[in-house]
Structures are given as C-alpha cells and as structure tokens.
C-alpha cells in the first residue's frame, strides 16, 4: 500500500513539473538577452540575467530587435505607455464581456425555468448548437456586421462576437445549477410582498453565487485570452494585449524575451482573479456538475 502511495506522488509529482515547464521556460527566457534566446542549445534560465526586457514593456522607449551585426533583425513596433493602454482594453472588454453574459443569461435561465411555454425546453438546447461549429466561421460575418454598422475598432464591435461565444454556454450552465433550485424560497418571498424582480435579486441570485461567479469567470477568461475576432476588428484605440505581443512576431526573427515578458504579464490578472474566487468557483463547479 506504502509503495502505490509513493508511487503515486511521483507521478503526480511528474505531471505537475511537466504542466509548469512552459511557465518556468518563460520565466527564464524572460530574463536573457536577444542573442541568448537564440543560441543553440537552448538554455531554460539566462546566464547573466536582465530586467532590460520587463522594463522595457513599461517604457516609452523603442524596443529593438538588434542581435549582433551578424543578425539584425530590424526593429520592433513601439512599446511603452502603448502596452499598458492594451492592458486597459482587455480589462475593459474582458469585464464588459463577463458582466454582460451575466446580465443577458440570468432573465433567459430564469423564464425557462419558472415558465412553461412551447418550446421552452429547447432554448437552452439551440443555445448550445453554436458549438456544433468552430468559431472561426463567424469571423466573416461578424466582420461584415461590423463594417455595416461602423464598429470596426470599437468596443462594441468586439464584445457582439464575445457574447455570441459565451452567452449559450452560461445559459446552458445556470440551466443546470438553477433546475434543482428550492424554489419555495422564491414563492415564500413573493408571499411576504416581493416582486418577482425583487426575489430574484434578493433571495435566488444572492444563494446562486457561486454559479454565477463559475460563469462570470468562463466569460472573463474567455475574452482575456481570444485572439482571432480582437485581431480583425480592433485597431489602434482598441486593440488588447494578445494583438499586441503579436507585434514582437516579426517576419525573419521572434523577440523571445520581451514576449515571455509580455506573456507573463499578460497571466498575472487570471491568476489574481482566480485564487480571491477560488472556493466560489469550485462549489459553482460541483454544484453545476451535479443538478439537471
């Protein structure tokens, strides 16, 4: 029994060594200079180590992409004060997409559930059929929506794709955390006067917590981290962090160290996010995977 334990600590020992490489790799790269990047063997921790790349993303000066006179590159875009405006655009966009599939998810659960109509039990199934297909075939679609209604590098233009990615699969997760809900507290409210209105905000939504922070999480991920709709209707006011990095890509060589810098940046609000909700999103989780 001693011996499947131990050898159940080493291999989970393993797996979790293997699933931090990637963000120990960037670490390391993030504190070399170019011309280490790039030699052969690669190395995982720099020799002499530098802030110059982490600096760099914060300054306004011009980031370049200059080896030795053996490999020059060329330089990058300009970075400075131009990455921490990226930086507020995903914020903005990635709270605007989370808070607004919560807002639009909740009446749609809630009318589905409390009331019986035809075809109400399909709603949430039809919600679902959008991911029968790969996102990327509405990117021309919503590029012309866009372009007709003049919100190409707008917001707006942004969160309509966002919310057709995450409004069906909220809608299908509070479906099946709300279906078991005790909805005698609901009528017990609306026996001591309560509006629907009121009970739903006071009573239901208040006991759903966890659900609905499960949900606004997907969503806020979801947005921080998508690239392909932000890299065809964002421009020069909206453009987020992943568009950005992509400026450090150039066309004959890669900028390994400020990327791994920007990248690690970029993490650092999801894992803030992600531990001050954990227990709330863990019980979202179990409870959701339970009910319906």
Aim: net charge neutral; with cysteine; charged share 10%.
């Amino acid at each position: 029994m001693k011996i499947m334990k131990i050898f159940s600590i080493i291999i989970l020992f393993l797996l979790a060594s293997f699933s931090f490489l990637p963000i120990i790799v960037s670490f390391g790269t993030s504190f070399m200079t170019l011309e280490e990047s790039y030699k052969v063997p690669p190395k995982i921790f720099p020799t002499n180590p530098v802030l110059s790349n982490w600096i760099r993303l914060f300054s306004l000066e011009e980031i370049t992409g200059e080896l030795t006179e053996t490999y020059e590159y060329g330089k990058e875009a300009r970075s400075g004060r131009i990455l921490i405006d990226n930086l507020f655009n995903s914020i903005l966009i990635s709270l605007t997409t989370a808070f607004t599939s919560i807002l639009i998810s909740i009446p749609v659960v809630y009318i589905t559930i409390r009331f019986k109509f035809r075809g109400y039990s399909l709603i949430p199934l039809s919600a679902l059929l959008i991911y029968m297909f790969p996102s990327i075939i509405l990117i021309v679609p919503v590029y012309i929506l866009d372009v007709n209604l003049g919100l190409i590098d707008t917001y707006v233009g942004l969160l309509i794709p966002y919310l057709i990615l995450t409004v069906p699969f909220i809608v299908w997760f509070l479906r099946a955390y709300f279906i078991n809900f005790p909805w005698e507290l609901e009528e017990a409210a609306l026996i001591d006067g309560c509006s629907r209105l009121r009970a739903l905000y006071e009573v239901i939504l208040w006991l759903a917590l966890p659900g609905l922070i499960t949900a606004w999480l997907y969503a806020f991920v979801m947005a921080w981290g998508e690239f392909n709709f932000a890299l065809i209707i964002t421009g020069s006011s909206t453009k987020t962090v992943p568009i950005k990095l992509l400026q450090f890509v150039q066309q004959h060589h890669v900028n390994w160290p400020v990327l791994m810098a920007g990248c690690l940046i970029y993490s650092f609000p999801i894992i803030i996010i992600f531990y001050a909700i954990e227990k709330y999103f863990i019980a979202g989780l179990l409870t959701g995977s339970i009910k319906g």
